[in-house]
C-alpha cells in the first residue's frame, strides 16, 4: 500500500512531498528514489502540538528525522503495522521531563549544600583584604540602620575598651582588627564585621559583671576577625550570585550590602567557626593570664529572646555544654599578672 505524506529528513527544515510504501516495512519515497526505510518496530509517535495529521518520528533514524500523514487511510495502515506506536509517548517523555528536573533541582541542591560552602572555604583565604575591608565599610551603614543606635564617646570608656581590646589584638596576633564601636543599644550583644570593624552595644555592657567576660566576649569576636569567619559566611549564605559578585569586584552593589548587613546580624556561624573562635578566645585569655570561662557565664546570663529582629549574642552563638566544657579545660587560674582594663580594673559603663 501506498500513501502521501510529508517529511522532514532531520538535517534541514525543507518539507519533502514523499510517498509511503507499507510492506515488511515504511519505506519512503521521493521522486522514484527511496529516501529512507523505517522498521515498523522502530516507528513512534512523534510530540508535538493537537493535530489531525499523524506524526511520526523513528527510534533508528535522525533524532528530528519527522514524517506527517493526513491521509485518513494512510494512518490506518501504518497504526496496524506498527506495534510499538505509543510506546514512549506520553509517559515516557513526560519522565523524562520529570527525571531531568529532578536532577536540576537536585544539582542545585547539591551546589547550595556543598559546593558553595565548600567554595567559601577555599575561596576565602585568597579575598585580597582590601576587598573585604571594602565590604565592612559598605556594610556599616546597614548596620547602624538596623540598630537604629547612636555611636557612644564618652572618652573614657571608650579608653578604657581600646586598652582592652589593644591587650587582646596583640596577645591574639591580630592586626587589622579596629577599635571597637559601642552603640546604644539595650540588646546585649557584639559582633564583628568583615575586615576587622567590632561592634559592641551597650546592652552587653550593662550584662556584664566582670572585666574578664567582657573581654572573654570580645576575645571570641577577635577569633572571627582572625579566622575572617565573617567574609566566609557571606559567601556561604549568598550562594552563587554573591560568589559570582564577589568574583568579579562586585561587592557594594545595594543588594549585595543589604544582604550582607541582614545575614551578619541574624545568621549564626557554624559550630566549627564558633569551635574555633572560643579556642582563640582561650588561648588568648591564658596569655593575658586570664580564663575564657566568664565568656561561658555571661553567655549563660544572656537571654536567649530577640528583639526588634536583630539575635542576641546568644541565640547567634549558642553556647552548647560542649563548648562550655571546652572553656572550662582550657582555662587557666587568674594569675593577676596583667590588668585587663587598667588602673581601675572595671567594665567602661556608658561608654
Not at 54 to 69: D, F, I, M, N, Q
Not at 89 to 112: D, K, P, T
Not at 279 to 284: H, I, L, N, R
Request: aromatic share 6%; with cysteine; proline share 6%.
Amino acid at each position: 500500500m501506498d500513501g502521501q505524506a510529508v517529511y522532514f529528513d532531520g538535517q534541514t527544515n525543507r518539507k519533502h512531498s514523499v510517498v509511503l510504501r507499507i510492506a515488511d516495512r515504511l519505506e519512503i519515497v521521493e521522486q522514484d528514489a527511496v529516501v529512507a526505510v523505517w522498521p515498523f518496530a522502530d516507528v513512534r509517535l512523534a510530540d508535538g502540538p493537537p493535530t489531525a495529521l499523524l506524526r511520526l518520528a523513528c527510534t533508528s533514524a535522525l533524532p528530528l528525522a519527522r514524517l506527517e500523514v493526513a491521509d485518513e487511510a494512510t494512518k490506518q495502515a501504518i497504526v496496524s503495522h506498527c506495534p510499538l506506536l505509543a510506546a514512549g509517548r506520553g509517559g515516557s517523555q513526560i519522565m523524562r521531563i520529570v527525571f531531568w528536573s529532578l536532577a536540576a533541582a537536585c544539582s542545585i541542591f547539591g551546589l547550595a549544600a556543598y559546593g558553595v560552602p565548600a567554595v567559601a572555604d577555599r575561596l576565602v583565604p585568597f579575598v585580597p583584604q582590601a576587598w573585604e575591608n571594602r565590604v565592612g565599610e559598605m556594610v556599616d551603614r546597614q548596620i547602624r540602620f538596623f540598630i537604629r543606635g547612636n555611636a557612644c564617646s564618652a572618652p573614657e570608656g571608650q579608653a578604657a575598651l581600646a586598652t582592652l581590646v589593644g591587650k587582646l589584638k596583640s596577645a591574639g596576633g591580630i592586626d587589622n582588627a579596629h577599635e571597637p564601636l559601642v552603640l546604644s543599644s539595650k540588646i546585649p550583644n557584639a559582633f564583628a564585621l568583615p575586615g576587622g570593624k567590632i561592634y559592641v552595644l551597650d546592652g552587653l555592657l550593662e550584662k556584664a559583671q566582670s572585666p574578664d567576660e567582657l573581654a572573654g566576649v570580645l576575645a571570641h569576636e577577635l577569633g572571627h576577625v582572625k579566622h575572617r569567619d565573617g567574609m566566609r559566611k557571606l559567601i556561604h549564605d549568598g550562594g552563587t550570585s554573591f560568589l559570582i559578585g564577589l568574583l568579579f569586584g562586585d561587592v557594594t552593589g545595594a543588594g549585595a550590602v543589604l544582604f550582607a548587613g541582614r545575614s551578619l546580624l541574624d545568621a549564626s556561624y557554624s559550630r566549627d567557626a564558633e569551635r574555633d573562635a572560643d579556642a582563640f578566645a582561650s588561648q588568648t585569655m591564658r596569655k593575658l593570664g586570664r580564663s575564657a570561662v566568664p565568656l561561658g557565664e555571661l553567655l549563660l546570663r544572656i537571654p536567649g529572646a530577640q528583639a526588634k529582629g536583630i539575635s542576641t549574642i546568644l541565640s547567634s552563638h549558642p553556647l552548647t555544654e560542649e563548648r562550655l566544657e571546652a572553656l572550662k579545660k582550657a582555662q587557666a587560674p587568674p594569675s593577676g599578672v596583667v590588668t585587663i582594663f587598667g588602673p581601675q580594673d572595671r567594665i567602661p559603663h556608658g561608654v
